[in-house]
């Protein structure tokens, strides 16, 4: 009994480790990029921050492939399902492509409403200041010359403030946009923290736990600095940025405790937590592959200022693929 509580106190310090250490990690890897704006060359607009989005991308696009997805897979042909429908259906595999197609669905409905409101704006504003013109013609004939000056002033100026409106209108549809991709990646990415947490906590074995720390510790290190690039890019409010940096740094730990205060119970082997735990690890694959493939990696791809950049593509294709194998090599531990 003595041997069973010294193994029982080994293993709770094991996973106090690993909470401090996780904490620390996705804190200091979301920040990272979203500090960095105040380095020169960790800002959005430079060619380094470029360079290390790419290798986020890579990282969130193994997560999904090689951690979640398989574990998916595992969960939902386990042998405790046996039986039908779990043996003669694909589920983990329709779940991530409902979840993909579900996520391009909001990515794409909500980017459409916010671009047709900015373009409503738009024309009413052009409306005003065409209205603001009939009036300046209507001015009295002693100030005949004086109004033709400023008539064409105003027309000069209206249109100069009809360009710049144009454009702060696509930059405005840019951020929402980059807001849109940033709020559904974290829920993404929260999905699957919640999980591998939870199943940590509750695990027993100190020989297990001790390298699935250290591989959840770089995990989330890696997965911080892909999420801290799309809130940097995001600009989101000082408040906000700090909800979802704390949000996210704090979701795998969370787990971690509510798998110590659970493990008497919690068995990963029975058929609620084999169905609950694939069907939520299908769905968080599906938004990651969409997200890293559609939202991250084609969008920076396809710009103009990356194919007219010889040297920044090869750059950035080799960052992705570090990414990738980074995240794949800790396959191996968790």
Request: aromatic letters at 8%.
């Amino acid at each position: 009994m003595a041997v069973s509580t010294a193994e029982g106190g080994r293993v709770l310090n094991y996973k106090l480790m690993a909470i401090i250490s996780i904490f620390i990690a996705g804190a200091l890897g979301v920040l990272l990029p979203v500090v960095g704006k105040k380095v020169p060359s960790l800002r959005p607009d430079n060619n380094f921050f470029f360079l290390i989005k790419s290798f986020a991308a890579g990282v969130i696009l193994a997560t999904g492939f090689i951690h979640i997805l398989p574990d998916a897979f595992e969960s939902l042909v386990s042998p405790s399902l046996s039986g039908p429908p779990w043996e003669d259906f694909p589920f983990a595999g329709f779940m991530a492509m409902m979840a993909a197609i579900g996520t391009m669905m909001i990515d794409t409905f909500v980017t459409g409403y916010y671009m047709r409101s900015h373009s409503m704006k738009n024309v009413n504003g052009d409306e005003e200041m065409q209205g603001g013109d009939e009036e300046m013609q209507e001015d009295d004939e002693g100030l005949h010359v004086h109004t033709h000056t400023s008539h064409g002033n105003a027309h000069s100026s209206g249109s100069a403030v009809a360009v710049e409106g144009s454009g702060s209108g696509s930059n405005s549809t840019d951020l929402i946009r980059h807001r849109i991709v940033t709020q559904v990646l974290e829920m993404g990415i929260v999905l699957h923290s919640v999980i591998i947490g939870v199943s940590l906590g509750a695990s027993e074995d100190p020989d297990a736990i001790k390298p699935i720390m250290v591989a959840l510790t770089f995990h989330q290190l890696f997965e911080g600095i892909g999420l801290g690039g799309c809130i940097s890019q995001a600009r989101f409010e000082p408040r906000t940025v700090v909800a979802m940096v704390a949000y996210f740094a704090a979701t795998t730990p969370l787990g971690i405790g509510v798998g110590i205060g659970i493990s008497r119970v919690y068995r990963e082997d029975s058929r609620v937590a084999l169905i609950v735990g694939g069907m939520l690890q299908s769905t968080s694959a599906g938004i990651l592959i969409y997200m890293a493939l559609v939202d991250l990696i084609a969008a920076d791809y396809m710009s103009p200022r990356l194919l007219g950049n010889p040297r920044l593509h090869a750059g950035a294709s080799l960052s992705l693929l570090v990414g990738a194998a980074c995240m794949s090599v800790l396959a191996r531990w968790a």
